[in-house]
């Protein structure tokens, strides 16, 4: 069994800061990308930044870029999401994923928290 859990959600006033941080336990042999994504009210899903594992190579959604910053520690299993000069439309429940592989050779699955709340408003 795989758990990612995050945290860090809270009500921020506009120009504020927040950090999510998520960490994955459980059975795990190996994780590879690590990613945030988010949900808006009435709006699909959407990737907002992304770190592989090797070479910690990033990629962010156009909205964030030059805002918020992916991070992630391997000794912990965990990512973290610093997010500045926060806005309105930054408002979403925000998504921890994890592909990893829970034993040598098995296969790469996506795994997901189950959010947190951040809400940007005066």
């Known amino acids: 069994q795989v758990q990612l859990v995050e945290s860090g959600g809270d009500l921020v006033e506009p120009g504020g800061s927040l950090r999510l941080s998520c960490a994955a336990s459980?059975?795990?042999?190996?994780?590879?990308?690590m990613a945030w994504y988010r949900q808006a009210p009435g709006k699909e899903r959407e990737l907002v930044a992304i770190?592989?594992?090797?070479?910690?190579?990033?990629n962010y959604a156009d909205s964030v870029k030059g805002r918020f910053t992916i991070s992630r520690d391997n000794n912990k299993n965990a990512v973290y999401l610093q997010m500045n000069s926060l806005k309105p439309e930054d408002t979403a429940v925000y998504y921890c994923?994890?592909?990893?592989?829970?034993?040598?050779?098995?296969?790469?699955?996506?795994?997901w928290g189950q959010g947190t709340l951040v809400t940007v408003s005066s």
């Open positions: 994923n994890a592909a990893l592989r829970q034993y040598f050779g098995g296969p790469l699955r996506d795994y």
């Open positions: 770190m592989s594992s090797r070479i910690s190579s990033t």
């Open positions: 459980g059975s795990i042999f190996s994780i590879g990308a």
